[in-house]
């Protein structure tokens, strides 16, 4: 016994005679996929879930580039093959030295340095190798006064865009590039409201 059988209307249809010239006469589009596009879907999903996934922007540490609500795209593959490059955005696990903070916790910030360069926020501007940094993507010049810091090897160091209202590089210091799950890509999702929310975990 089939569980697709035609019904009478499709019956009809291919009876009759104006219909017959139809390409699509045997309706074979209908027919449920076979055992190779099933295969293919799997290593499609497979492939998804391996190297990317959909995150969601709990905070306003991000802002304006990212704001609360967003849903955002992860790619997880760059990151075997080269060193995150400045300006990218990552998504990373807290640095071991934070108590508090569950694995499962995942950060998004800004890479500002990479290792082997100096890095310090003073007089409302982040200086890289003692250069002022021309920054266009920030919520607000950063208030705050940070020390001198050498990214060492297999570190970069990260900052949120919303640079008084992030957990960030300038309270830990620099981030192993271990700890780091995967590049932003882009946002796959935004609520109607784009009001910036104060959120009390700035991640």
């Avoid at 802002?63 to 795209?73: A, C, E, M, S």
Wanted: include cysteine; glycine fraction near 8%.
């Amino acid at each position: 016994m089939s569980f697709l059988r035609p019904c009478a209307l499709y019956k009809s249809l291919i009876t009759f005679p104006s219909l017959r010239w139809m390409p699509c006469q045997s309706w074979g589009f209908l027919r449920w996929p076979g055992l190779d596009g099933f295969f293919r879907f799997l290593v499609i999903a497979l492939l998804w879930t391996t190297f990317s996934e959909i995150r969601f922007i709990p905070s306003s540490s991000m802002y304006p580039t990212l704001r609360v609500g967003d849903r955002i795209i992860v790619e997880k593959a760059s990151y075997f093959f080269r060193s995150p490059a400045i300006n990218e955005i990552v998504t990373f696990r807290a640095p071991e030295q934070e108590p508090g903070f569950g694995k499962d916790v995942v950060f998004i910030k800004r890479v500002v340095a990479k290792a082997g360069d100096s890095v310090q926020v003073h007089h409302g501007s982040l200086y890289v190798n003692g250069i002022a940094q021309q920054e266009n993507f920030i919520a607000g010049r950063p208030s705050y006064i940070s020390d001198l810091t050498y990214v060492p090897d297999g570190h970069v160091y990260v900052l949120g865009d919303n640079r008084n209202n992030s957990y960030d590089s300038h309270n830990w210091g620099p981030l192993p590039v271990e700890n780091i799950v995967g590049r932003y890509v882009t946002c796959c999702y935004r609520p109607s409201d784009h009001r910036p929310a104060a959120s009390s975990g700035m991640m």
